[in-house]
């Protein structure tokens, strides 16, 4: 059983950086396609970046430009680097993760199999 562990999370405001991690309990980022999502209150969960077994990132256009997510295989670690954050990219962040398959893109919540407990951000 997989489990993930986000974390990085706070208040920070507009035009300020975050780093979001999500730590995995078995070397599943190799095979993997792992992806950040968020839900805002009162909206439905949304995928924001992916990113491939083969390191191969796709973003949502409302973040492209502003966030980059990489991962460290050997550490078992994925990450959201957010930069020029908005308001409106207040949310609970959540990591997620479904082994042996492609992104394709950046997946929908459906796709994936895994969740980790979620990190909450609020800019202001």
């Known amino acids: 059983h997989v489990q993930l562990v986000e974390s990085g999370g706070g208040s920070v405001q507009a035009g300020g950086s975050l780093r979001l991690s999500c730590g995995a309990s078995?070397?599943?980022?190799?095979?993997?396609?792992v992806g950040w999502l968020r839900q805002a209150p009162g909206k439905e969960r949304e995928g924001v970046a992916a990113?491939?077994?083969?390191?191969?990132?796709s973003y949502a256009d409302s973040v492209k430009g502003r966030f980059t997510t990489s991962k460290d295989n050997a550490k078992n670690i994925l990450y959201l680097q957010m930069n020029s954050l908005k308001p409106e990219d207040t949310a609970m962040y959540y990591c997620?993760?479904?082994?042996?398959?492609?992104?394709?893109?950046?997946?929908?919540?459906?796709?994936?199999?895994?969740w980790g407990q979620g990190t909450q951000v609020t800019v202001s």
């Open positions: 990113i491939d077994s083969d390191g191969i990132a």
């Open positions: 078995g070397s599943i980022y190799g095979d993997a396609c």
């Open positions: 997620a993760a479904h082994r042996f398959r492609p992104c394709l893109g950046v997946p929908t919540p459906s796709d994936y199999n895994y």
